[in-house]
């Protein structure tokens, strides 16, 4: 053998061969991953949206400005006279809701006041109103009192229930009642069902 040779098979003994021999094996695993095939995937929701809770009296938000609900008014009562009068409690918002309504008075006659919540219609004579349906509520008209308890739920955009009130002049309310007034306010509070 030449001494070129031997050189070489010195040099690039046993040990050489097997870690050139690794180099190639894991040069080889490297451009095989770098050929691999790979993929993603996306996904987006459909719209994710809120609903509303509003609540309408006679057609009128009633929010921030009360509804002006003058068919509930009478002048020149006496002790025992009534009077009623309806008022439509509509949902126009987009989910169901149910509601609870309060009743509070002010003025010098609202102690003697009392007013019953009722469903249905009204009805009036000179001196005395009614109401048709079912008593839900009544209370004297002093301190706020829930008057209406839970109600519903009313459908949405759409869903109605007509309220009949009836407000009555205590039979023994005293002399010191005459030419005095009273007014009294009706909070409607609803929230979704």
């Known amino acids: 053998m030449s001494t070129a040779r031997r050189l070489i098979r010195a040099v690039v003994g046993p040990r050489t061969r097997a870690l050139l021999t690794l180099g190639t094996v894991f040069g080889l695993g490297a451009v095989a991953t770098l050929a691999a095939w790979s993929d993603t995937a996306t996904a987006t929701s459909g ?22 609900f003058v068919g509930l008014s009478k002048t020149g009562m006496l002790p025992g006279h009534s009077v009623a009068a309806t008022l439509p409690v509509q949902n126009v918002g987009s989910l169901p809701l149910q509601y609870t309504m309060t009743a509070a008075g ?21 001196t005395t109103g009614s109401c048709s349906g079912g008593q839900l509520g009544s209370t004297v008209l002093g301190a706020t009192t829930t ?15 007509t309220l009949c009130f009836l407000v009555t002049l205590s039979a023994a309310a005293p002399a010191s009642a005459q030419n005095q007034s009273a007014t009294a306010t009706f909070t409607f509070a609803a929230t979704a069902s």
Do not use: H, K
């Not at 008057?147 to 229930?161: D, H, I, Q, S």
């Open 47 to 68: 719209i994710l949206s809120t609903g509303t809770v509003d609540l309408a009296l006679a057609g009128n938000q009633g929010n921030p400005a009360p509804y002006a």
């Open 106 to 126: 002010a003025g010098t006659v609202a102690q003697y006041l009392t007013v019953a919540v009722f469903t249905g219609a009204a009805s009036n004579t000179a």
């Open 147 to 161: 008057v209406v308890p839970t109600r519903g739920p009313l459908a949405a955009t759409g869903g109605n229930e």
